[in-house]
């Protein structure tokens, strides 16, 4: 009879967790909701935006050190990404220019069907 006792206490100790993770759950939830509407209302008040708007444009092309921070080798490698990007966006930019005379010369040639 104690066993039994004992296993229904544990099985309502074990429900009565259950609930209030359910609970906990839910006031987070609610939480986010309640972040959410306050995000919409602050983003709709211009004074607020304007505000935001200057404090980020005073952080553009601050430095933060951090690549003057890291090891020699790590600045070296970073330096050779952003060249390698540059040439990435060359080759597109050279890419986009030939398309362009593509398109240039193909509406050339179906310029007697258009006009047909």
Request: glycine share 2%; net charge negative.
């Amino acid at each position: 009879m104690a066993d039994t006792d004992n296993k229904e206490q544990s099985e309502l100790d074990q429900d009565l967790e259950n609930v209030e993770e359910v609970e906990e759950e839910e006031t987070g939830e609610e939480t986010k909701i309640k972040a959410r509407q306050l995000t919409v209302q602050m983003m709709q008040n211009p004074q607020i935006l304007a505000a935001l708007q200057e404090r980020l444009d005073g952080l553009v092309d601050t430095p933060t050190g951090y690549i003057e921070s890291l090891p020699r080798v790590a600045k070296r490698r970073v330096n050779a990404f952003k060249n390698l990007q540059v040439k990435c966006a060359q080759i597109a930019a050279k890419f986009y220019e030939e398309v362009d005379d593509l398109e240039r010369k193909s509406a050339v040639l179906y310029q007697p069907l258009v006009d047909k």
